[in-house]
Nanobody
Framework: QVQLVEFGGGSVQAGGSLRLSCLASGRTFSRYAMGWFRQAPGKEREFVGGSGSSTYYVDSVKGRFTISRDNAKNTLNLQMNNLKPEDTAVYYC???????????????????WGQGTQVTVSS
């Protein structure tokens, strides 16, 4: 099993940047496909991007967000640049079972979740 803790959220003006990190417990972090999701007020949680055998992003964040991972430090990062008010949400990191190393955009495919961190972008 793996436990996930996100940190790095906060408030920023449009056009600004934030870096989120997700720290995972355990010694097998490198075997997990990881995903970032977000949930805006009144909306369903949505996939943002993920890192596994490849790295994926949804179209709305391509060119602005970058996912990286440091397996030696059990850390998954989300660098967010040129933030927009519509990026305001609670951001979650998630891990799939190590049986699957491919990234999925479906939240039901992830068995482990962090508690979430708030990102607020003002115009």
């Amino acid at each position: 099993q793996v436990q996930l803790v996100e940190f790095g959220g906060g408030s920023v003006q449009a056009g600004g940047s934030l870096r989120l990190s997700c720290l995972a417990s355990g010694r097998t972090f490198s075997r997990y496909a990881m995903g970032w999701f977000r949930q805006a007020p009144g909306k369903e949680r949505e996939f943002v991007g993920g890192s596994g055998s490849s790295t994926y992003y949804v179209d709305s964040v391509k060119g602005r967000f970058t996912i990286s991972r440091d397996n030696a430090k059990n850390t998954l990062n989300l660098q967010m640049n040129n933030l927009k008010p519509e990026d305001t949400a609670v951001y979650y990191c998630a891990a799939r079972s190590p049986t699957y190393y491919s990234v999925s955009s479906e939240e039901d495919d992830y068995g482990y979740w962090g508690q979430g961190t708030q990102v607020t972008v003002s115009s």
